[in-house]
């Protein structure tokens, strides 16, 4: 029950913000989500193409700068299908799954069609997400090139991967956005467990950073 309303509850959110920005006139909506496929993917999605009243959505889930890639629908983290992969042993939100589809299929009813590497997407006008199949950091720009030419980026959808690229190709007006100043001190509070992230620390405490770590008994009662 906890689970439902929490999807519910991701669902109504993204749906709100959507038609919002609809209303405001904003001309690109991008939906982030995870490269590793957690959280509520399929809810997510469908809520962004409702508030939007929008039939088709792009997907591109691959950041191939870090490794994490798509093929034939299955989402890779180095090289390992993603339900296999560090995240599938998540002890909070596992993805158990890496066939993307049936991942989105757990939250939604909306039909998803899977576009292989260099292919174009069919031309139709059926309710659906689109996944793109991408490998390469050059792949993905040229699909994200070729959706905007084609305007096809109204809504979209994807990680990180997908937002440096988006930079790009899109012509956004305003100043160009400033670094901003970095102290001297900076802290950094971690709460996951992921043995991605905690390599991450222990490179940082290697090098210098101090870490302090939490014992069971003061995690319980802080």
């Not at 029950?1 to 038609?19: C, F, R, S, T, W």
């Amino acid at each position: 029950m906890i689970k439902l309303l929490i999807i519910a509850d991701a669902y109504e959110i993204v749906l709100q913000l959507v038609k919002k920005a609809n209303t405001i006139g904003i001309p690109h909506i991008f939906k982030k989500t995870d490269s590793a496929l957690r959280g509520n993917i399929g809810s997510e999605l469908q809520a962004v193409m409702d508030g939007s009243e929008t039939n088709q959505l792009p997907f591109l889930p691959a950041f191939p700068k870090i490794n994490r890639t798509t093929k034939n629908g299955i989402q890779y983290i180095d090289g390992k299908p993603v339900g296999e992969s560090v995240f599938g042993k998540d002890p909070f939100e596992p993805v158990t799954c890496s066939y993307i589809p049936d991942i989105i299929r757990k939250q939604s009813e909306v039909e998803v069609e899977v576009v292989p590497s260099g292919k174009t997407a069919t031309k139709d006008e059926k309710r659906k997400i689109i996944v793109y199949d991408t490998e390469e950091v050059s792949c993905l720009h040229k699909i994200t090139e070729k959706l905007y030419r084609n305007n096809g980026l109204h809504i979209m959808a994807g990680c990180s991967g997908l937002a440096a690229e988006l930079s790009k190709v899109i012509e956004f007006e305003g100043s160009h956005p400033s670094m901003p100043k970095l102290e001297e001190q900076l802290l950094v509070v971690c709460g996951s467990v992921n043995p991605i992230t905690i390599e991450q620390l222990d490179f940082a405490e290697k090098y210098g950073f101090k870490r302090i770590r939490f014992s069971a008994e003061e995690k319980l009662n802080n």
